[in-house]
């Protein structure tokens, strides 16, 4: 018998980058928490520039939760949309026509999620590639059609407007309350992606067939991703109803579902925070663009394209990949 | 006589009207160490994925270990303590050597299911798979992705995975394909090595007569799914119809049967 010491860890980071890592994290942590008193400085801009920090914050959740399914598990959703419209109608439903309270509201938002994609997952898993793609989008549109003819309870093109807000929830609070949720959950997922279950997940995105050979329900677990993918959409859709104080048919079209895919491949479908750089370099990018000149948003499809190209043939692992990749030159 | 760790009985199987795999039975002692030999298109591989639930049967049994597993999903077969490697590498590309045979291990633990310990942080399960590694000389690319390894350490690899499963029956589908000679003959040592230290039952499939006839106690004839002879390898290299078809004066494997 063998017996060979070792530290797993030393293994695969160098403790000084860790550390490094570790410091800069913390670093920007502290940034994002002082952003909005600083914006707040800036009269009616930094209330505005509160409110798409917020927005990005919501959107980064969103566009992880996914990747948790599309880079981490290789299965590409084409009806993501689906559990963060779920849980922006449960937020707005409960709130607004049961006075819930915001904290149970968004509770029950990830739990309804979760209960769409138990059932939606459960067809969805059974196909793989192109076919899964388009099931999703199939059961996306449908919960899409649903919110859009049941006028009595979705309110349906109209959609469901003056979601109450608690009085504390200045722009202010709502930004630090969001950004606390989303640090909580980039917490989970990280754990998620690099526990027993992550490296499963890994495995059947590499190779599916092995995996089965390696004696893993392949069905199973990329069920239970897809649950756990759909429960943090649905949380990030709770919020997103809260932020805009309504929720509406298009929180559930195919377009949402096309944002987090976007955002994924742009920032690196490979890294947990890839998605999140993504969703932030897309928004902030568009509205730039947007006050540098006002024409320049009707050619935002042509200008998100380039990027796309650009980003698809020369950093398939996305702005992070690039990142890592120029680091690991410099240090030769 | 040691008693059967696998029963094939009147198995059958069929692609969209052909008969790939007809009325074969069979039965392999526990500990044994045997191949299957037949020309292209005999069935070899369609057994394997038979035994291992990648395909179900039209017809017939397949008795491991006292259970019917016929038509069992791999994964279950898996558990049940069945592994392969196979004829085209097989392994996860972008996972490390490591974490290839670690991911086994976690699976053959049951421990996929942990969601809080990073599996970074598991040392026995590394420790285990480090042995793993070591015992088919993969130890030193321990950290390298796997996709990058040269064909016949990948193919070393895929065994290492099969045995990280720890399984009762491990079948091989020609474990030295597409390696040079040297390297053939090193898999093959390494092979027998594993066979002798572990206990494990080994089946594997082989294309090179030398190897089969050097290393198995017993050898079994497959042809248009059928068994044509089974023996050990002096039996067989006297079995007249196994001379008739292909041994005699060709030693090539490919020709009709």
């Given at each position: 018998m063998l017996n060979i010491k070792l530290n797993p860890e030393t293994n695969i980071y160098e403790p000084e980058?860790?550390?490094?890592?570790?410091?800069?994290?913390?670093?920007?942590?502290?940034?994002?928490?002082?952003?909005?008193?600083?914006?707040?400085?800036?009269?009616?801009t930094g209330v505005y520039w509160i409110w798409v920090t917020t927005e990005i914050i919501i959107m980064s959740l969103f566009a992880m939760s996914l990747n948790l399914i599309l880079g981490f598990g290789g299965m590409v959703s084409f009806?993501?949309?689906?559990?963060?419209?779920?849980?922006?109608?449960?937020?707005?439903?409960?709130?607004?026509?049961?006075?819930?309270?915001?904290?149970?509201?968004?509770?029950?938002?990830?739990?309804?999620?979760?209960?769409?994609?138990?059932?939606?997952?459960?067809?969805?898993?059974r196909l793989t590639g192109l076919y899964f793609s388009i099931l999703t989008l199939a059961f996306s549109q449908l919960l899409y059609m649903v919110a859009f003819q049941w006028y009595t309870f979705t309110g349906g093109d109209d959609g469901l407007h003056g979601v109450p807000r608690p009085d504390f929830l200045s722009p202010t609070n709502f930004y630090l309350f969001c950004l606390v949720i989303f640090l909580i959950c980039v917490w989970l997922m990280r754990m998620l992606v690099n526990s027993s279950f992550g490296l499963t997940i890994r495995t059947i995105r590499e190779n599916m067939d092995r995996a089965k050979f390696i004696g893993v329900n392949v069905r199973f677990y990329q069920w239970l991703?897809?649950?756990?993918?759909?429960?943090?959409?649905?949380?990030?859709?709770?919020?997103?109803?809260?932020?805009?104080?309504?929720?509406?048919?298009?929180?559930?079209?195919?377009?949402?579902?096309?944002?987090?895919?976007?955002?994924?491949?742009?920032?690196?479908?490979?890294?947990?925070?890839?998605?999140?750089?993504?969703?932030?370099?897309?928004?902030?990018?568009?509205?730039?663009?947007?006050?540098?000149?006002?024409?320049?948003?009707?050619?935002?499809?042509?200008?998100?394209?380039?990027?796309?190209?650009?980003?698809?043939?020369?950093?398939?692992?996305?702005?992070?990949?690039?990142?890592?990749?120029i680091i690991k030159k410099k240090n030769g | 006589m040691a008693a059967d760790i696998l029963r094939v009985e009147k198995l059958s199987k069929s692609f969209s009207g052909r008969l790939v795999i007809d009325n074969l039975s069979f039965r392999v002692a526990e500990g044994e160490l045997s191949a299957i030999i037949g020309p292209n298109g005999a069935g070899k591989t369609t057994l394997f994925n038979l035994i291992t639930g990648y395909h179900v049967p039209d017809s017939g049994k397949i008795i491991f270990n006292g259970q019917n597993i016929a038509g069992l999903q791999p994964f279950k077969t898996?558990?049940?303590?069945?592994?392969?490697?196979f004829q085209r590498t097989n392994i996860f590309p972008k996972m490390t050597v490591l974490e290839n045979v670690v991911s086994a291990c976690i699976t053959r633990q049951e421990r996929n299911l942990n969601f809080r310990t990073p599996y970074k942080k598991l040392t026995q399960i590394h420790q285990r798979a480090y042995e793993i590694l070591d015992s088919v000389g993969l130890t030193a690319m321990a950290q390298r992705l796997s996709g990058t390894l040269a064909h016949g350490n990948q193919k070393l690899l895929d065994i290492a995975v099969a045995l990280a499963l720890e399984p009762?029956?491990?079948?091989?589908?020609?474990?030295?394909?597409?390696?040079?000679?040297?390297?053939?003959?090193?898999?093959?040592?390494?092979?027998?090595?594993?066979?002798?230290?572990?206990?494990?039952?080994?089946?594997?499939?082989?294309?090179?007569?030398?190897?089969?006839?050097?290393?198995?106690?017993?050898?079994?004839?497959?042809?248009?799914?059928?068994?044509?002879?089974?023996?050990?390898?002096?039996?067989?290299?006297?079995?007249?119809?196994?001379?008739?078809?292909?041994?005699?004066?060709?030693?090539?494997?490919?020709?009709?049967?």
């Open positions: 980058t860790k550390t490094r890592h570790r410091v800069a994290t913390a670093l920007l942590i502290v940034v994002f928490f002082i952003l909005p008193f600083v914006l707040a400085h800036l009269g009616r009806g993501h949309a689906a559990f963060f419209g779920v849980g922006a109608y449960t937020v707005a439903l409960l709130m607004k026509k049961a006075a819930a309270p915001l904290l149970l509201a968004l509770a029950a938002a990830p739990l309804m999620a979760a209960v769409a994609a138990v059932i939606i997952g459960w067809f969805c898993v991703n897809f649950i756990i993918a759909g429960a943090f959409a649905g949380l990030a859709g709770g919020l997103f109803a809260q932020l805009n104080r309504f929720a509406q048919t298009e929180f559930l079209h195919w377009s949402r579902s096309a944002e987090p895919i976007l955002a994924s491949l742009v920032g690196g479908m490979y890294s947990l925070m890839g998605p999140t750089v993504g969703s932030a370099f897309l928004m902030c990018l568009r509205i730039v663009l947007q006050q540098a000149h006002k024409g320049l948003v009707e050619y935002w499809a042509i200008i998100l394209g380039l990027i796309l190209l650009v980003m698809v043939l020369f950093a398939p692992g996305g702005l992070i990949g690039l990142v890592q990749k | 898996v558990r049940l303590g069945l592994a392969r490697a009762r029956l491990l079948l091989l589908d020609e474990p030295t394909a597409g390696m040079s000679p040297d390297e053939r003959w090193q898999t093959v040592a390494l092979v027998k090595d594993l066979w002798e230290r572990l206990k494990v039952t080994m089946v594997f499939i082989e294309h090179d007569m030398d190897i089969v006839f050097g290393i198995s106690q017993k050898i079994r004839v497959l042809c248009y799914g059928n068994l044509l002879a089974e023996g050990t390898p002096k039996e067989i290299s006297n079995n007249l119809k196994v001379i008739e078809v292909y041994l005699g004066e060709k030693p090539m494997m490919d020709e009709a049967c």
